[in-house]
């Protein structure tokens, strides 16, 4: 079964950062694509940005130049560094995985974790 673990969400100040990490565990595929994605109230769920086994990115406008996706495979974890945040950047972070060879376009991800809060303020 596959496990997703989210954390280093946070509060922080305008122009801070936080760096989320997605413990994941339970499976041994070596290909597949994983993905940030967030929902603030109200609104719907968006991808942040993904990254595939092969170790492409892909992000999306609003992360661009201020957002890094990245893995660590000796630690299946992913990981987020979020930098310059904006007040629009407060919702619910969840990372997501498919045992797919491609992120994009979008696949639907069959894993999900239960999310970290990020809340920045200005």
């Known amino acids: 079964h596959v496990h997703l673990v989210e954390s280093g969400g946070g509060s922080v100040q305008t122009g801070g950062s936080l760096r989320l990490a997605c413990a994941a565990s339970?499976?041994?595929?070596?290909?597949?694509?994983m993905g940030w994605f967030r929902q603030a109230p109200g609104k719907e769920r968006e991808e942040v940005a993904n990254i595939d086994s092969d170790g492409s990115t892909s992000y999306a406008d609003s992360a661009k130049g201020r957002f890094t996706i990245s893995q660590d495979n000796a630690k299946n974890t992913l990981y987020l560094q979020m930098n310059s945040l904006k007040p629009e950047d407060t919702a619910m972070y969840y990372c997501?995985?498919?045992?797919?060879?491609?992120?994009?376009?979008?696949?639907?991800?069959?894993?999900w974790g239960q999310g970290t809060q990020v809340t920045v303020s200005s």
């Open positions: 997501a995985a498919v045992f797919l060879s491609y992120c994009n376009p979008p696949p639907d991800f069959a894993y």
């Open positions: 339970g499976y041994t595929y070596s290909i597949y694509c």
